[in-house]
């Protein structure tokens, strides 16, 4: 089993930027049709995806209330992924969990198996 560390959330003003980590515990021959995902949960709300990065070919999705506002990127030299996030609302805040799983359960994130403990992010003035 994958184990997946997030960290970097925090609390920030609308129109604010942070910059959330995950950290894996993989080898990159585990990259090959894998990818890591963020997804997110507010209270009372269903889990939303995100972004996602596919790690061999570094393609990246994003979830429409996202797109053009968060930017999904990996480290080249350790199984890091980062979510830089610009431009928050209110609507940002939630707990943020990345995942690790064969890129097409993107769509089934209920049959992921490795996920991180998440990391709460809230956007408040």
């Known amino acids: 089993q994958v184990k997946l560390v997030e960290s970097g959330g925090g609390s920030v003003q609308p129109g604010g930027s942070l910059t959330l980590s995950c950290t894996a515990s993989i080898s990159t021959y585990m990259y090959d049709k894998n990818c890591i995902g963020w997804f997110r949960q507010g209270a009372g709300q269903e889990r939303e995806r995100v972004a996602l990065l596919d790690l061999r070919a570094g393609h990246t999705t994003y979830g429409d209330s996202v797109k053009d506002r968060f930017t999904i990127s990996k480290d080249n030299t350790k199984p890091t992924v980062y979510l830089r996030m610009d431009n928050l609302t209110l609507d940002d805040t939630a707990m943020y969990y990345c995942?690790?799983?064969?890129?097409?359960?993107?769509?089934?994130?209920?049959?992921?198996?490795?996920w991180g403990q998440g990391t709460q992010v809230t956007v408040s003035s």
């Open positions: 995942a690790f799983f064969v890129c097409f359960k993107w769509y089934t994130p209920e049959h992921i198996r490795d």
